[in-house]
Every structure is written in structure tokens, then in C-alpha cells.
């Protein structure tokens, strides 16, 4: 078994891109995908590029029920950040592919997708939504 997504209607069927919800009244477009057809929603791709908004660093493993490396020798801080997507919605999202100190509200990124824990067996790996930099073009 390969490595799958830790939740579902978390991504678009082909990965490239994170799935939200329009309400199909007020046009509003926000993620998660809600989990009830009843909420009068329609699923949507969101957009791939965005700007960080505000981030933090987490700093040492979370608690459970966080079911990434927990093993503080192994721990290493990481970002965690609302990236704005014009037209759409702010998405929580660990950043990838840059060192915590270096990042800057308002820095561009784009989506990817990560394993939650890289050292885990490929057939436990679960993954997750992420932003990188974006580099230049």
C-alpha cells in the first residue's frame, strides 16, 4: 500500500490541489471540505499560490492526538502558517522547503503535499498539505 492522504476530501482526486467547499448561496469558499452533504456546499479546488498571511513555529512535538515524529531527540521546529489564497480563503498549513527563521508574512508560496512523518515505512505514511516557497520565475 502507498502512502495516502491523512484524511479524506482533504485533496483534489489527482493531488495537485487542496479541495474546500462553496457554499452554493453566498458563494463563500472556505477548507475543510465539510463532512455533510447538508451544509448546501459544492467541493472546489482551491488555489495553488498564496501568501503567508501569519505563522508561528512550533518548537517541540505536539501532543497526541498529533500522530507525527514525536520523539523530541528527533524533533525538528517547524513552521506553521495561514496562507492567504486571493479570491478564496485562508488554509493552516505547515511550510516546507525553508528554515522557520527565514520565513516573512507576505512571502509567496505554492501547494504541495508532504509525508507527515518522512521516516515512517511507506506503507504507514500518511500525507499532508504544504506550502513552499515559491521560487523564482
Do not use: C
Request: charged fraction near 20%; proline fraction near 13%.
Amino acid at each position: 500500500m502507498s502512502a495516502q492522504p491523512i484524511a479524506d476530501n482533504l485533496f483534489t482526486d489527482d493531488m495537485s490541489a487542496l479541495l474546500g467547499a462553496r457554499n452554493r448561496e453566498t458563494g463563500q469558499i472556505f477548507f475543510p471540505l465539510p463532512l455533510t452533504p447538508a451544509d448546501n456546499i459544492e467541493p472546489v479546488a482551491l488555489g495553488t499560490r498564496g501568501t503567508v498571511w501569519t505563522y508561528t513555529v512550533q518548537r517541540f512535538p505536539p501532543k497526541p492526538p498529533y500522530i507525527g515524529p514525536t520523539d523530541p531527540e528527533k524533533f525538528k521546529p517547524y513552521a506553521v502558517a495561514y496562507v492567504s489564497l486571493p479570491g478564496q480563503t485562508m488554509v493552516e498549513s505547515r511550510l516546507t522547503g525553508i528554515d522557520p527563521d527565514d520565513v516573512k508574512i507576505g512571502m509567496e508560496v505554492e501547494f504541495t503535499v508532504i509525508p507527515l512523518d518522512p521516516d515512517a515505512p511507506a506503507e504507514e505514511q500518511k500525507l499532508i498539505h504544504a506550502f513552499k516557497p515559491v521560487q523564482g520565475e
